[in-house]
């Protein structure tokens, strides 16, 4: 393939450029933000499971109190409905007296019974409540985090594609001055190594950085200029300039 050595030599400036491009690309990829995120909205998914379990959970101790303080309340008024009885005095039989008596008993250590029920339900809602509003407030918190660091990713994308169209407009005056067949293949070369061309400097390919041998030196002396020679080593195509050691 033959073009000519100014051509050439465009292909190193396209070198940079597509070097450039590419470590914007890694770091788009590698932001520490990404990571930051996926966890964020991992805990984020994993409190919200936690608050629905918790408020259910709530939910069932409210109505085990209802229901609770429900059982107290009739036990109660059964109490007090025996109590007027005796009190009024219309119960005379002794045997009815000590039943009833007997039944006030029974029913006042049920009522203490249930409402040890309902302390208890009541600590164990409390519990709950608790546990759902330390859940919300961390939602809210990682949430906060959550936001903060999609900002700074977006920020940094900005940033970042900002820096990469600049790069590409200057890609693109650079290869309307390379003639297809060479940009053909650079950008072949560039698929294959991660960079299409590299300078020959002191006898020295800078794209594997392997010493080239006397007999390759001598082939490169005697090649023309306009003629397009490649590592033996790396097969990049190698630029030739002043400092090439010739
Ligand atoms: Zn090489």
Redesign the pocket.
């Known amino acids: 393939m033959k073009a000519a050595p100014e051509a050439q030599k465009r292909l190193l400036d396209l070198a940079e450029l597509d070097t450039g491009l590419d470590r914007l690309r890694h770091r788009r990829r590698s932001l520490p933000e990404l990571a930051e995120i996926d966890e964020l909205s991992k805990r984020l998914a994993q409190v919200s499971t936690q608050i629905i379990a918790a408020e259910t959970e709530a939910g069932d101790l409210a109505r085990d109190q209802a229901k609770a303080e429900s059982d107290v309340d009739a036990v109660r008024v059964r109490v007090e409905r025996d109590q007027k009885r005796l009190d009024s005095g219309q119960v005379s039989s002794p045997k009815d007296l000590a039943s009833l008596q007997s039944e006030i008993v029974s029913l006042r250590r049920r009522q203490s019974d249930l409402e040890e029920v309902v302390l208890e339900i009541m600590e164990r809602r409390e519990a709950a409540d608790a546990r759902v509003a330390t859940l919300k407030s961390e939602r809210e918190e990682v949430t906060g985090s959550l936001h903060a660091a999609e900002d700074r990713r977006d920020a940094a994308f900005a940033e970042i594609d900002k820096a990469a169209g600049e790069l590409t407009s200057g890609r693109s005056a650079i290869t309307a001055d390379v003639p297809a067949d060479l940009l053909g293949l650079y950008e072949k070369m560039r698929e294959q190594t991660g960079v299409g061309a ?1 300078m020959l400097h002191g006898g020295r ?1 800078l ?4 010493s080239l041998s006397i007999a390759d030196l001598n082939r490169i002396r005697a090649a023309a200029h306009d003629e397009v020679v490649r ?1 033996e ?4 195509i ?1 630029v030739r300039t002043a400092e090439s050691g010739l």
């Open positions: 590299a390919c794209g594997c950085r392997t590592c080593e790396c097969r990049r190698l």
